[in-house]
């Protein structure tokens, strides 16, 4: 069984900066690609990060030079926020696309989610 755990959530003043981190544990083979999105109360989820395997990152422009994904060889994935907002507030989720043979099929799995609030 394959989980993600978030965890680095919490309440955060405007202008403030915060660290999600992601753990995956399980049998598996290989981490490839991961991400993170959020979802605002009462919006659709939206992707604001991903990480290759190889490390290449990638973001929307609404949050480049403030938000940093990064990895480390531990099956973690990270989230550095800075220079938080109010809209910035909304549920952190982490996703992985794993294998688990040497087929290269991938499965997608998604961690609960974290609540990050920006309010002073």
């Known amino acids: 069984q394959v989980q993600l755990v978030e965890s680095g959530g919490g309440l955060v003043q405007p202008g403030g900066s915060l660290r999600l981190s992601c753990v995956v544990s399980?049998?598996?083979?290989?981490?490839?690609?991961m991400g993170w999105y959020r979802q605002a109360q009462g919006k659709q989820r939206e992707w604001i990060a991903a990480?290759?395997?190889?490390?290449?990152t990638s973001y929307p422009d609404f949050v480049k030079g403030r938000f940093t994904i990064s990895r480390d060889d531990a099956n973690a994935v990270y989230l550095q926020m800075n220079r938080l907002t109010p809209q910035d507030t909304a549920v952190y989720y982490c996703?992985?696309?794993?294998?688990?043979?040497?087929?290269?099929?991938?499965?997608?799995?998604w961690g609960q989610g974290t609540q990050v609030t920006v309010s002073s």
């Open positions: 996703r992985a696309l794993v294998t688990f043979d040497g087929t290269g099929k991938e499965y997608e799995y």
């Open positions: 399980g049998t598996i083979l290989r981490i490839n690609a």
């Open positions: 990480i290759t395997g190889g490390g290449s």
